[in-house]
């Protein structure tokens, strides 16, 4: 760890920590101070869960244990969130696999229309992906209509947990290598940026999927509501820290104006074309 004084244009100096890779520093590239993006906490309180609706039968129950966390129960059915509709965004959230024996089977769905209204139309205003189940069933229709990041490491199913349902499985070498085993926190970063879908799990990407409306006219991921998958009655999965950002919105780093550090980095400081390889990781 390197401790070195780092000075934002404008602003005072400051104490920075950095972990390095090798001793070889330089500032190279400077770049405007931008605020962190802001996430929108949808689901982190009882409070929130107040404000999802149901589509078909179950549905989630807050829990106050570690902090508080959603619980599915019952099934099939589809907690989404009504509030606003997204184009392209950023989701992250925290699972747990509570399931006992050969069950374990949730999901997060996006890129389908208001449910409801859905199934309320006549025959022929129904979307072209409103088939079977999906004609009636509120809760289908995200099934037919959307795309489903699935949450399933235990039953015979092959898709398992970072498969996009029916359109493309992750990396499995990856994904078994930071999944961590059922009773233990996940964490999914979904990034939707049409006509991609990224999927991270405990911060590595495990699949990247990219939509191809010549092939699948019938899926618009160009807006979307958001949901979970309450499966069916021996699927107990928890979520929390449910939040989403701007998938366009970018974190930059403060300009940096001059660097005091220990006289043996003191000259790969002014050294033109040795790159920083180095990242923040505290400031005081």
Not at 50 to 59: I, K, L, N, V
Request: aromatic share 10%.
């Amino acid at each position: 760890m390197r401790h070195v004084l780092a000075r934002q244009a404008g602003h005072e100096a400051r104490l920075i920590d950095l972990q390095v890779d090798s001793h070889d520093f330089y500032f190279k590239t400077i770049r405007d101070w931008q605020p962190d993006v802001e996430e929108e906490p949808i689901l982190n309180s009882a409070a929130d869960l107040e404000r999802w609706s149901q589509a078909g039968p179950g549905g989630l129950d807050w829990m106050t244990e570690e902090g508080g966390f959603a619980r599915t129960f019952g099934g099939l059915g589809m907690p989404w969130y009504p509030v606003k509709e997204y184009g392209d965004f950023s989701l992250k959230l925290q699972w747990r696999d509570s399931s006992t024996g050969t069950n374990g089977n949730s999901g997060i769905f996006a890129r389908f229309p208001h449910p409801e209204e859905a199934v309320a139309r006549p025959p022929a205003e129904r979307y072209p992906c409103q088939v079977g189940s999906a004609t009636s069933q509120p809760a289908w229709v995200a099934i037919f209509c959307g795309h489903e990041i699935q949450i399933n490491d235990h039953q015979g199913d092959t898709q398992k947990t970072g498969s996009i349902y029916n359109f493309q499985a992750p990396d499995a070498a990856r994904r078994d290598e930071v999944l961590n085993p059922p009773g233990q926190w996940n964490t999914y970063e979904i990034t939707v940026d049409d006509p991609e879908i990224i999927v991270r799990l405990n911060g590595v990407v495990i699949n990247e999927y990219v939509h191809d409306p010549g092939t699948y006219p019938n899926r618009d991921i160009s807006a979307t509501k958001l949901g979970i998958q309450n499966h069916g009655p021996g699927d107990t999965i928890f979520y929390r820290r449910i939040q989403v950002s701007d998938a366009g919105a970018v974190n930059n780093p403060p300009v940096i104006e001059s660097i005091a550090a220990d006289p043996r980095i003191a000259s790969a400081i002014r050294t033109p074309g040795v790159v920083l390889n180095a990242r923040c990781v505290s400031s005081r």
